[in-house]
């Protein structure tokens, strides 16, 4: 399967048009989606930005945004508006005013992040179901989501918009930022780096993946004379034979490891006093929530 995208952008005048499309070979659907964006000075102190976005692999996903930009002195104030024209819409306001003291000068200082100085971008959440990190045919998107430094909520599912980020630089978007009201959901990556222009919505996919969690008991011993093992080092493996997380049993021989991702995993107890590893292979399905395994026997 390959995948990409494709770009172009130009400009006349006060005019700019840019155009993205999504592709992937699957041997079925060539085409995933195409976006379109028109970006214009209406006056020296006015500026709007329509971006209009179709998917092909979703009929029912057609939706427009639009975002209008008035400068007033110091001030700039914003008013955007989202839509599916189905059943779902947003609108939305900004202010912003920067303010500061200038030691040299002795004197406050004030500044605005206008839209023809800012960029926007919009973070495509979804669920991995095969945690490949690509947005395959048929992955739902998250139903709901919000990223705590802007504190706004998705107007389309799945899409979440930051609004007035730097442009031309690179800008991160730390994960960790991002909440569900899916506890078991987690992000697949730490973070994504993205470039924005100004004036422009650039689009990133973020993998959304849903975990379980692993427990198990280890004991000294067996039969009647077993005991619990208290504060064993348990390590967990993934498929690769990397350790992704380690604990100690505790006081009754119960460990337990929580949001992991669904797929292939091992639990190893390290060699000591003259035996060998112990290791226990299983597999992991997120949609069941969790799994319960084999009590790990430590001979004496």
Known sequence: MTSGRLRFASRINRVSLRGQLDYQFTGVQLLKQISATVNWDITRRLNNNLTVTKSLTNDEVLYFTNLLSVRVRDYNLTLSMSSNLDDAWSVGAGFNIAFGYDGRRQAFVTGN????????ATMNLFIDDNNNGIRDPGEPPVTWASYQEQETLDTLPGALPLMALP????????????????????PRAQAYELRTHAGSDVSVDIAVVMTGDIEGHVYFGSGDDAVAGRGVIVSLHDAQGREIAMTRSEFDGFYSFTGVPGGDYEVRIPANEGRGELVQSFSLDAQAGYVVLDRITIYK
């Open 167 to 186: 442009s031309s630089r690179p800008v991160l978007i730390e994960t960790r930022h991002l909440k569900f009201d899916d506890p078991f959901l987690v």
């Open 113 to 120: 992040r206008g839209l023809a100085n800012t960029g926007r």
